[in-house]
C-alpha cells in the first residue's frame, strides 16, 4: 500500500530507540537466536528451587529476560491486526517457546511491510522520478530532503539509492532552473576526472537558491518603493 513502507520504516526507528533505552535492542537481531535457550519454561523457578544457575544458565536466563521485554514492547508498540496476528502467530510456532522470538517477529514485519526483493527497487526509482522541485521558487533542499527521506526508506534493500543515481536525478529535473550551477559543477568535474560530488551539488545550489532569494527580495521591496514614491506624488 501506498505510504507503507515509509510509515513502518518511521515506527522501527522509533522502536528501536525505545528498546535502545530499555536494554533490549540486541533481541531483535536475528543473532541473539544463540543467546536464547531451546525452551523457555521453568527459568524462573530455578533457584527458588534450590538450583544454581551455571554461567550458561545465567547467560541464558538474561537473554530469556531481554527477549520477554522485547516481546512486551512489540505488543504495547502495535495496534493493527496485521501486527498483532503475526506477534501471536509467533507465540504459537514452538510450544517449547511460548513467549515467542523477538527477532523473528521483527523479521516477519520487515518481509511484511519493507520486503526486500527486485520489486522495491523499481518502486524506489519510480518514487525518485517524481521528486521534483515543486516550482522555480521551492528551495532545493526541500526537495533533496524528500530525496532522502526515500534514501532512508529503501536503506535496508539490496539495491541502493547511490549518491550517483541521485546527482543524475537532479541534474534531469534542475536543469532548466539551475543551468550554470549544473553546467559548472560538470565542467569542474569532468576536467578533474571525477564525477560530480553529491555534497557539493547541494551546497552549490543552495548558495545559488540564496543569492536568487535575496535578489528577486530586494527587486520587490525596490518596486513598493517606486510605487509608494508615486502615489505620494499623486496624492500631492
Not at 529476560?65 to 501486527?83: F, I, Q, R, Y
Not at 526541500?142 to 539509492?161: D, N, P, V, W
Not at 560538470?186 to 532569494?213: F, M, P
Request: aromatic share 6%; net charge negative.
Amino acid at each position: 500500500e501506498s505510504g507503507q513502507r515509509e510509515q513502518f520504516t518511521d515506527w522501527m526507528l522509533e522502536f528501536k530507540a525505545v528498546a535502545g533505552v530499555k536494554g533490549v535492542e540486541q533481541a531483535l537481531r536475528s543473532e541473539f537466536e544463540k543467546e536464547l535457550p531451546s525452551s523457555d519454561s521453568g527459568w524462573e523457578t530455578y533457584e527458588s528451587d534450590g538450583v544454581t544457575l551455571d554461567a550458561d544458565g545465567k547467560k541464558h536466563r538474561k537473554a530469556l529476560e531481554m527477549n520477554a521485554k522485547a516481546m512486551h514492547l512489540l505488543v504495547a508498540s502495535v495496534k493493527g491486526v496485521t501486527c498483532r496476528n503475526i506477534i501471536n502467530k509467533e507465540k504459537q510456532a514452538d510450544s517449547n517457546f511460548i513467549t515467542g522470538k523477538a527477532h523473528k517477529v521483527i523479521s516477519e514485519l520487515e518481509n511484511r511491510f519493507s520486503p526486500n526483493d527486485r520489486m522495491a527497487g523499481t518502486e524506489m526509482l519510480m518514487k525518485l522520478n517524481k521528486i521534483r522541485l515543486k516550482n522555480a521558487n521551492e528551495n532545493p533542499l526541500q526537495m533533496i530532503e524528500r530525496i532522502e527521506k526515500l534514501k532512508i526508506t529503501y536503506a535496508s534493500q539490496s539495491k541502493k539509492l547511490t549518491d550517483e543515481v541521485i546527482v543524475d536525478h537532479i541534474f534531469n529535473v534542475c536543469g532548466k532552473v539551475y543551468p550554470e550551477v549544473l553546467s559548472q559543477l560538470d565542467y569542474a568535474a569532468k576536467k578533474a576526472g571525477t564525477n560530480v560530488d553529491y555534497q557539493d551539488l547541494i551546497d552549490e545550489l543552495h548558495c545559488s537558491y540564496r543569492i536568487r532569494e535575496t535578489s528577486r527580495k530586494k527587486l520587490d521591496n525596490d518596486e513598493e518603493t517606486e510605487t509608494d514614491v508615486a502615489l505620494l506624488n499623486v496624492n500631492f
